[in-house]
């Protein structure tokens, strides 16, 4: 494993159901995940899939590359863009995982994480322990 | 829910550094994981197959790194709730989020969350709440801490 190396890479597809699966999943019930007219009332530019969603998504193809091999340390993001899902297209979340740092005790995988050629979480790093 | 204010209170300062209650303990439920997997799209045996997560050492189902904001959930609601905090929740936008480990929560696990209010920022007339909510097992041992920033917005 060298720095700059892709370990994993995943391609989500999001609709309108995976939304309202995450709500009840999460108990995150934010009328702005689910219903038209209450995003527009807020100015959104439509309905937006949960951030937790997408954060808890994103780790996904890390989760998959360690394996039983290590434990996650910790993992963090910021919330830059929105996904806004089309009620009949949905959305698609790309997510390619990179190593950024390695030392013997940890690795920092960092994620590139892009819904509609625009990049949705910054800073959106995971630190895993390889046993 | 109230939409469109004709005025806002600022969020109180004198909320940094305040701690909250501990909530009531949070019993992970074996399917509660299975379903919190697979909202979020998880594959891994370790998160549905008892066996296999036996196999990798662990007591019963392995919950996904995201799933400590089940637990988080009711301590952020204990901050909204706040009389003297001043933070209208409609205006409220979830900007960072990181969770930091000590092991992964299995099924089993009865998890107590404690909530502290590290800091409170303002910028150009938005205030940026950073909480971090502390999660130990039935043992009292850490498991995992969540942080959220939380940034409230000023414009009506």
Redesign the interface.
Known sequence: MIVGEIVAERT?HLTRD?LV??A?????FNAIHYRDDIAE??GLPGVLAH???T???A??PV??WL??RG?????????TRPVVVDPTDGATVTVVAKVAALNETETRIDLTVTCADATVLG?AQ?RVSLV | MTLGRLMSVPVNPELQGRVFPPTAPYLVGREKVREFARAVFATSPLNFDPDAARDAGYDDVVAPPTFPVVVQEATLAQLLAEPDGGIDFTRVVHGEQGFSYTRPIVAGDELVATLAVTSIKTLGGNSMITAESTIVDASGAHVVTATSTLVVRADA
């Open positions: 989500f995976s699966r995450y009840g999943a999460s108990g995150d009332s807020v951030g937790m969603l954060m808890g998504l780790v996904q989760v998959d394996d039983n434990i996650v340390l910790g993992y963090g993001v910021r919330f800073k995971v």
